[in-house]
């Protein structure tokens, strides 16, 4: 729906002047505090015995006291708007501003002060349904975690050297374009690697190239087991000071999932601090 | 005369598959020292999702029913409310 009516402008001026809305995602049911949980049981209960056409995927317009009224799924614009003004209709709100204030829902998750906070935007080169708006990942790396992307000692032109595995596994299994799947562990990787090249030192602050590569498996719907081969070639500029926080910048120059091409780029964001 | 044009295609394809291989290289390659870093941060920007691309967080979205409900009472709306699998969010779906 996102890449659909979610995205029209007609509809989410209709959701803004007369609907409260909300968004779950079915994965954080279980994490759910408990009356939340009983919420969610309760319409879905209401709605099963009202005979309401019900999905994993799909909208309810709920009334204001939050009982089931009517479904959505799979639906145009155009019969959302219809959707939705049958709802007017019904419950006849008074349309207005929107009850809260819009804001941007894919945000940096809180981190220690001394964090560093990656941000992935992935997107396949193809438009439409699933290439219609990009993926989008945060990766946290604790100051154990990116100390570990430096290298130790003195830094000299030219040095080379291996980012660590285990990190550069954190960061690379999350280089997939958009899929319905997304399990993202890392065992899915067969071959990998990024090392940095040292290309200036100035003032204390050492500028390093990043070159690198992923081999990996990956399957396009969840609970499928044909997954497909996925490569991507990545360079990269990792900037740091001893001891600070380093800043990490990847692209890919080419990346294939199966037959779909894809991009993908990640660049250090500033901290959202817990 | 079959036995000829066999063994041209042994020959031809290979060589065919090498130049595309070697165009693509050259449009894709490795990118230079001197380049990196602008390469880089032009590919990076270039790549961020567009204000279109964000058009759903111009919906004035809570992330649980127990508020859109207490919201639903207090301003007398009706509630939409959209779950799925995946994270519509992030695209992560």
Not at chain 1, 62 to 89: D, I
Request: hydrophobic share 40%; charged share 20%; proline share 8%.
């Amino acid at each position: 729906m996102r890449a659909g009516p979610l995205s029209d402008r007609r509809v989410i001026d209709a959701l803004n002047r007369s609907f409260v809305c909300v968004y779950t995602a079915n994965d954080d049911y279980f994490k759910a505090p408990a009356g939340e949980r009983q919420e969610l049981d309760r319409i879905y209960r209401e709605g099963m015995a009202k005979k309401l056409p019900i999905g994993t995927v799909g909208a309810y317009v709920l009334s204001p006291e939050g009982h089931p009224y009517k479904t959505l799924q799979f639906a145009s614009s155009e019969e959302t708007l219809a959707f939705l003004g049958r709802a007017v209709q019904q419950f006849k709100p008074t349309p207005g501003k929107p009850v809260v204030a819009p804001a941007p829902q894919s945000t940096p998750p809180r981190a220690a002060p001394d964090a560093v906070t990656l941000h992935l935007i992935s997107r396949g080169d193809d438009r439409g349904s699933w290439g219609e708006f990009p993926a989008e990942n945060w990766i946290v790396l604790a100051r154990a975690d990116w100390s570990k992307l430096l290298p130790t000692g003195d830094v000299s032109l030219g040095q080379t050297w291996e980012l660590d595995r285990a990190v550069s596994a954190r960061i690379l299994t999350y280089f997939y374009p958009q899929t319905e799947n997304n399990d993202a562990r890392i065992d899915r990787i067969q071959q990998y690697s990024l090392t940095a090249k040292v290309l200036t030192v100035q003032d204390g602050l050492v500028t390093a190239r990043i070159d690198g590569f992923l081999r990996m498996q990956h399957v396009f719907y969840p609970g499928r087991t044909d997954a497909q081969p996925l490569g991507a070639e990545v360079v990269g500029v990792l900037t740091f000071a001893p001891g600070q926080p380093p800043s990490l910048q990847l692209a890919t120059t080419q990346a294939q999932h199966g037959q779909r091409p894809f991009k993908v780029a990640v660049r250090t964001v500033p901290q959202a601090v817990r | 005369m079959a036995e000829q044009t066999r063994a041209l295609r042994v020959l031809l394809i290979p060589a065919v598959l090498l130049a595309v291989g070697v165009a693509t290289a050259c449009a894709t390659g490795p990118v230079s020292d001197a380049k990196v870093v602008p390469w880089v941060e032009k590919a990076v920007a270039e790549r961020q999702p567009t204000a279109a691309d964000k058009r759903f967080d111009e919906i004035a979205w809570v992330t649980d029913v127990r508020t859109a409900i207490k919201l639903g009472k207090e301003h007398n709306r009706p509630i939409f409310y959209y779950h799925g699998d995946g994270r519509i969010n992030t695209g992560r779906c």
